[in-house]
């Protein structure tokens, strides 16, 4: 057998470990979220209160409290990892992440907007405020970052995306200073929460998630291309206008719908295809499907901990996914670095 294909079925052989145990992680922590909070519950109560339920508290709590928390943060860990994974892929950035578009700041602006102008005060405004913010801030950095001859280079959609959401930043902060009892209540959701968003809300949303999860699916072979850099790319049948408005469309659904939802969680895009890069190599396929599987464990495990080491309150999500990113994601950029000398 030649060198190459003893390691290409160690690469395989790797990769579909990471895969189990990132399915692993995943299940445990789907029983942490369900089992832990204020009040913990055995695993049979919450076994009970997800397949029989009745009157009884823990089946109350179960039912309404964590189940559409734990739904929601599975939701928002594929968003917000998938639009990392593709954002870095589409920019050839590791250090990119969904707000590098601009997404984020476009849909906390609508959402200033609509809390000022139009008196929304409840998580189901906030979302299509939230969505179409996301939407348009996206399409007007592709379309600055598209100006000029050819199409839009990574090095440009970068930084419109920046100043874009440098601009917008700015202009949310001010609002809210400037009558800070007005805008109280989007406090909780510009750190991040899984909390306060009802099922019915993720219902609505997933429709569009969906298809910028199947978009990011389609265009996950031609970003491979895309890596190499455009010209080669292009010499190799790949179609990198194309891929790369896909990427941007796949961005805007995913992280803008998650935002909308959640507001913007930390880290999650930027570190969760980081380590599953180091773990399974550069094959884009393989990065967006572990990525959406490896996000929501992150998302359920600082949800767990907030509701843990601040009992009987609680620390929102956004605030523990980059007290957990940031320094894992120190560790693996050194032990990358020392690797590589």
């Given at each position: ?159 419109a995306g920046v100043a874009l959401a440098a601009v917008l930043g700015g202009f949310s902060s001010f609002l809210t200073l400037i009558d800070e009892k007005t805008f109280t209540a989007i406090r909780t959701w ?152």
């Amino acid at each position: 057998m030649r060198p190459s294909s003893v390691l290409g079925l160690r690469l395989t052989a790797l990769r579909g470990l990471a895969l189990a145990a990132i399915v692993v992680a995943l299940i445990a922590s789907v029983l942490l979220s369900l089992s832990f909070g204020a009040n913990p519950l055995p695993l049979d109560a919450v076994w009970s209160g997800v397949w029989h339920p009745d009157q009884s508290e823990a089946s109350v709590i179960v039912r309404t409290l964590r189940v559409p928390r734990t739904v929601v943060g599975i939701i928002a860990g594929i968003a917000f990892g998938v639009a990392g994974a593709l954002i870095q892929a589409i920019t050839r950035n590791p250090l990119a992440d969904p707000g590098i578009l601009g997404v984020n700041a476009g849909a906390g602006f609508a959402v200033t907007v609509g809390v000022g102008l139009f008196g929304v005060s409840a998580i189901s405004g906030y979302v299509w405020f939230a969505f179409i913010g996301a939407m348009l801030a996206a399409v007007l950095v592709y379309v600055v970052g598209s100006a000029g001859r050819g199409a839009a280079s990574p090095v440009q959609l970068v930084l419109a995306g920046v100043a874009l959401a440098a601009v917008l930043g700015g202009f949310s902060s001010f609002l809210t200073l400037i009558d800070e009892k007005t805008f109280t209540a989007i406090r909780t959701w510009g750190l991040g929460s899984i909390v306060h968003t009802s099922l019915d809300d993720a219902v609505a949303m997933l429709p569009f998630l969906a298809v910028g999860l199947l978009l990011a699916v389609s265009i996950a072979g031609s970003l491979n291309a895309v890596a190499l850099g455009d010209d080669l790319a292009t010499s190799l049948g790949a179609r990198v206008a194309r891929t790369r408005i896909l990427g941007v469309v796949a961005v805007t659904l995913l992280a803008g719908g998650a935002t909308a939802l959640t507001g913007g969680i930390a880290f999650v895009g930027l570190m969760v295809p980081h380590v599953v890069r180091w773990l399974t190599g550069p094959d884009q396929r393989w990065i967006i499907a572990c990525t959406a599987l490896a996000s929501p464990v992150l998302v359920l495990v600082a949800d767990v901990l907030g509701r843990v080491i601040a009992r009987p309150g609680e620390i929102e999500v956004g605030i523990l996914t980059a007290v957990i990113g940031a320094p894992l994601l120190i560790a693996l950029v050194r032990r990358q670095r020392a690797s590589g000398l």
